[in-house]
């Protein structure tokens, strides 16, 4: 009578330090027929050891949803039952936010319509007269941003429009330290007189090549005028009647 006490004893205390056999429910105990002891084990349609067993759903569970008990799916926190088909195993065909409309951006449903920002990101606006309320999230830095930046991501800042990154600390978050305004490049009197300089260098030689070229051309038509048909006809009869002369 003693062993069996102690050995009942003995189990509970095991199963509470180890705290799953009353929340695990794919853990039931029973008594070994030949010794009487009360042994822990896993229970039909779970698969593992104690105190690691896991129930089995044969068809798997749709998106957002787990195996909470043999073939039993339990759609997640911030989901509700979308459809049921009682005719399958398991029942539960589809899952759906329980917030609508859905959560804004860097957001998630937490429960029924109740949003709830991600982690590195806090509510930056709500609405009381709408659901959800939480309308927007913002990302968060574990120290505020230097001059001229801003919290671009979690524990990430990014300069402004018109500076740019000047002193970066990789050693510590958020690594920038320092922000300087950007500098614009400005024409000076210098490069404009080098631009002027390059353009007469290329551009004149070759309009003065031009033009001399236009005017040997006119001065070939005047030494060399243009000859008709005529003048050509007149030479070729004179050719040819000096040669019948010969």
Same mark, same amino acid.
């Given at each position: 009578?003693? #062993?069996?006490?102690? $050995?009942?004893?003995?189990?509970? *205390? #095991?199963?509470?330090?180890?705290?799953?056999?009353?929340?695990?429910?794919?853990?039931?105990?029973?008594?070994?027929?030949?010794? %009487? @002891?009360?042994?822990?084990?896993?229970?039909?349609?779970?698969?593992?050891?104690? &105190?690691?067993?896991?129930?089995?759903?044969?068809?798997?569970?749709?998106?957002?949803?787990?195996?909470?008990?043999?073939?039993?799916?339990?759609?997640?926190? +911030?989901?509700?039952?979308?459809?049921?088909?009682?005719?399958?195993?398991? +029942? #539960?065909?589809?899952?759906?936010?329980?917030?609508?409309? @859905?959560?804004?951006?860097?957001?998630?449903?937490?429960?029924?319509?109740?949003?709830?920002?991600?982690? +590195?990101?806090?509510?930056?606006?709500?609405?009381? @007269?709408?659901? &959800?309320? #939480?309308? %927007?999230?913002?990302?968060?830095?574990?120290?505020?941003?230097?001059?001229?930046?801003?919290?671009?991501?979690?524990?990430?800042?990014?300069?402004?429009?018109?500076?740019?990154?000047?002193?970066?600390?990789?050693?510590?978050?958020?690594?920038?330290?320092?922000?300087?305004?950007? $500098?614009?490049? !400005? *024409?000076?009197?210098?490069?404009?007189?080098?631009? *002027?300089?390059?353009?007469?260098?290329?551009?004149?030689?070759?309009?003065?090549?031009?033009?001399?070229?236009?005017?040997?051309?006119? $001065?070939?038509?005047?030494? =060399?005028?243009?000859?008709?048909?005529? @003048?050509?006809?007149?030479?070729? =009869?004179?050719?040819?009647?000096?040669?019948?002369? !010969?």
């Amino acid at each position: 009578m003693w #062993l069996c006490l102690k $050995s009942i004893l003995l189990a509970v *205390i #095991l199963c509470t330090a180890l705290g799953l056999c009353q929340a695990n429910v794919c853990i039931e105990s029973a008594y070994e027929s030949d010794t %009487s @002891d009360l042994v822990y084990k896993c229970r039909e349609g779970c698969v593992g050891t104690v &105190p690691n067993c896991l129930p089995v759903c044969d068809n798997g569970c749709p998106a957002n949803s787990n195996c909470t008990s043999p073939n039993v799916c339990v759609c997640n926190t +911030g989901y509700i039952i979308n459809e049921l088909n009682s005719d399958v195993v398991p +029942g #539960l065909k589809s899952c759906k936010s329980a917030c609508e409309p @859905d959560c804004p951006a860097h957001s998630h449903c937490a429960g029924y319509n109740k949003c709830v920002c991600n982690e +590195g990101y806090v509510e930056n606006a709500t609405n009381p @007269d709408v659901v &959800p309320s #939480l309308q %927007s999230c913002k990302p968060t830095c574990v120290t505020d941003c230097p001059s001229h930046s801003y919290c671009a991501s979690p524990n990430i800042c990014q300069c402004n429009k018109g500076y740019t990154p000047d002193q970066i600390n990789n050693n510590i978050v958020p690594t920038l330290k320092g922000c300087k305004e950007q $500098s614009e490049e !400005k *024409i000076t009197g210098l490069q404009i007189a080098l631009y *002027i300089l390059v353009v007469c260098i290329l551009v004149f030689p070759i309009m003065a090549g031009i033009s001399m070229l236009v005017i040997w051309i006119k $001065s070939r038509k005047r030494n =060399f005028p243009m000859r008709t048909k005529e @003048d050509l006809w007149r030479t070729s =009869f004179r050719s040819y009647s000096e040669c019948e002369t !010969k």
